[in-house]
């Protein structure tokens, strides 16, 4: 098996608990307060409004035969790779201001600004980039992979349950488009990476479990309460 | 300053994985926080965790002992950073009629400490100078089958810590030590931490059989103050045993070494009754030349965290150090900057006011099950 199919393993099985914990289904059937709804959508610009500067560190530890592709998901990020792309992070802003959430947007910067924070300052595991690269590429791909199979499904759900118009779903519309082929191109490039930086197989997946231990689209896109709910914890 | 208000709250902070040993499966944190407020405008934080199978404390009792007895101790006293280890060791008792109320004790002495540090902005590195330039900390690897604990084994390589406990029962603790073993290589020290599972003809057979795996200690095998069983234990086993559940007080350590039975203690702040009751075992441990580490009990916060590290960097002589494991364990801390360890398990040096981290009151909030105010 290769390290991309075994990480593809990992990615299909948490999309799928991510897809039918309680507190997605709760919102795709439409049976969650209308506060539950904003809390999602504000928990979804949170998770993604640094993506830029998560690309652009994984363009740096990428190896060369990889960074062209990691570039141009940066490009597309920053809504440059083509004439009239639209920068990511501005879409989200739209999604916020769609959803009649404009006023929370200070909190919600500041908030996801200080998410950054945390993990810069959090201490290093591991003693190179070689690893911490591995294990920082395998969660941002993650959602690549997870929102090219459920992105259709959440513009779906806001549109039905939160009355969202078609031009603040313009993100997930989006995701679900291209982020096939990007989630193809992330195994690849995770594949890449493994060679390139000669890591053996048990030491490539003791990395990825690390980083993969937790099911971050339940954590980010809910909280750590469904993510303890969803493992039968609390 | 005065303490002119006192909260708890008792916290469930999830965890990210199962945590199991053979007297406890753990799926959250169960911290209860205490917060002072000085009439000087500071805030402390201090923390206890509460274990019935340890100190006989539960959330509630924490709560009623604070309450009833602790509270009226402190609210009308006069505290000083100025030997407030020493004071509160005064002001705050250890025991109440014969019960323990280490957990309790412990929220309640760090939080004083923080708060009246603050008030003389000065930190608990002032007061308990470093005598390390890093702390290097263990790690633990949970019961479960020798599958499971060679593959978290294999994790703790990969971030190259030098130390690491396994927790065991009696039915695989041989395979689990030896699939250990297999994945950390030769160089990492081991330690087997039984939680008073074995009998003593288990705990001679096991232990005679984990000598092929270098076992640097053996924590806990017998059931808690079994003495004289531990002192026969000893005498049959050449790997070094280690007193956890069987060490609260001064007392219980006083009769380990009555009856020979014991080479560690492992000290635990919570678990002792916080920084002056465990400074006095450590006295003690020393004068009779019985080793130690500092312990960390399952699922702490950054509070205790951080004054762990305080604390092991000012002893300088603990075999071994545990706690700090944060976000590794913990789906989210509760302070702005995580106190957790990192490559090679090394902790940096914790300055700062206080005891050196800014929680994050919004998380407090947010994992609070049960909260309480108190005023004069």
């Known amino acids: 098996m290769s390290i991309s199919a075994y990480v593809e393993g990992i990615y299909q099985n948490q999309t799928t608990a991510f897809l039918e914990c309680d507190a997605f289904l709760k919102l795709e059937n439409g049976l969650s307060d209308p506060a539950a709804y904003d809390a999602f959508i504000c928990n979804v610009y949170q998770t993604h409004q640094n993506s830029p500067k998560y690309f652009s560190f994984l363009m740096c530890v990428a190896p060369p035969k990889a960074t062209e592709r990691i570039k141009h998901n940066l490009l597309e990020e920053l809504g440059v790779d083509e004439e009239d792309g639209y920068a990511h992070p501005d879409l989200l802003e739209a999604l916020i201001h769609g959803a009649g959430l404009a006023h929370h947007m200070f909190f919600l910067r500041s908030a996801a600004q200080s998410s950054m924070r945390e993990t810069i300052c959090d201490p290093l595991l591991y003693a190179s980039l070689r690893e911490l690269g591995l294990a920082a590429m395998v969660e941002v791909f993650s959602f690549e992979y997870m929102l090219a199979h459920a992105s259709t499904r959440i513009a779906n759900m806001l549109a039905s349950h939160r009355g969202l118009g078609e031009e603040s779903l313009i993100w997930f519309r989006h995701h679900s488009e291209v982020d096939i082929a990007h989630a193809q191109e992330a195994l690849l490039t995770i594949d890449d990476t493994y060679a390139y930086y000669d890591f053996d197989e048990e030491e490539a997946k003791d990395i990825i479990d690390m980083a993969l231990r937790e099911n971050v689209f339940i954590k980010r896109y809910f909280d750590t309460f469904a993510l303890a709910q969803s493992m039968e914890f609390l | ?376």
């Open chain 2, 1 to 376: 300053m005065k303490i002119i208000k006192l909260s708890i709250d008792a916290l469930e902070i999830p965890f990210i994985e199962r945590f199991r040993h053979s007297l406890k499966d753990r799926t959250f944190s169960d911290s209860v926080i205490v917060r002072v407020e000085t009439d000087t405008g500071h805030v402390g934080y201090g923390e206890g965790v509460p274990r019935p199978y340890v100190t006989g404390e539960t959330v509630h009792s924490v709560v009623q002992h604070i309450t009833g007895v602790l509270w009226p101790q402190i609210s009308n006293e006069m505290i000083h950073s100025r030997s407030i280890v020493e004071l509160l060791m005064r002001l705050v008792p250890l025991s109440n009629l014969g019960e323990n109320h280490n957990a309790a004790r412990c929220a309640v002495e760090t939080a004083l400490i923080d708060a009246s540090l603050k008030g003389d902005a000065i930190g608990l590195h002032d007061i308990l100078p470093a005598r390390l330039p890093f702390v290097t900390y263990s790690g633990v690897i949970t019961a479960g089958s020798p599958k499971s604990v060679y593959k978290r084994a294999s994790q703790l390589k990969r971030i190259a810590l030098n130390h690491v406990k396994i927790k065991v029962g009696v039915h695989n603790a041989i395979e689990c030590v030896a699939a250990a073993r297999e994945a950390l290589g030769e160089q990492v020290v081991i330690r087997v931490d039984a939680n008073s599972s074995w009998s003593l003809k288990e705990a001679i057979e096991i232990l005679h059989a984990l000598n092929r795996y270098r076992v640097s200690s053996c924590e806990e095998p017998l059931p808690a103050r079994e003495w004289k069983q531990l002192a026969m234990l000893r005498q049959a086993t050449s790997i070094p045993l280690m007193a956890d559940e069987s060490l609260l007080s001064i007392e219980d350590a006083q009769s380990m070494v009555d009856h020979q039975a014991i080479d560690l203690f492992n000290i635990r702040l919570s678990k002792c009754g916080g920084i002056g009751p465990s400074l006095r075992i450590i006295d003690f441990a020393r004068k009779n030349n019985i080793g130690y580490q500092i312990g960390a009990h399952v699922g702490e916060t950054a509070i205790l965290s951080s004054i762990g590290r305080h604390f092991a960097a000012y002893v300088g002589d603990a075999q071994f150090v545990e706690g700090s494991y944060g976000t590794l364990l913990l789906t989210e801390d509760i302070a702005r900057t995580s106190p957790r360890f990192g490559h090679k398990g090394v902790g940096r040096l914790i300055k700062g006011h206080g005891i050196g981290v800014k929680i994050l009151e919004e998380r407090i909030i947010k994992y609070s099950v049960l909260h309480l105010d108190l005023m004069p």
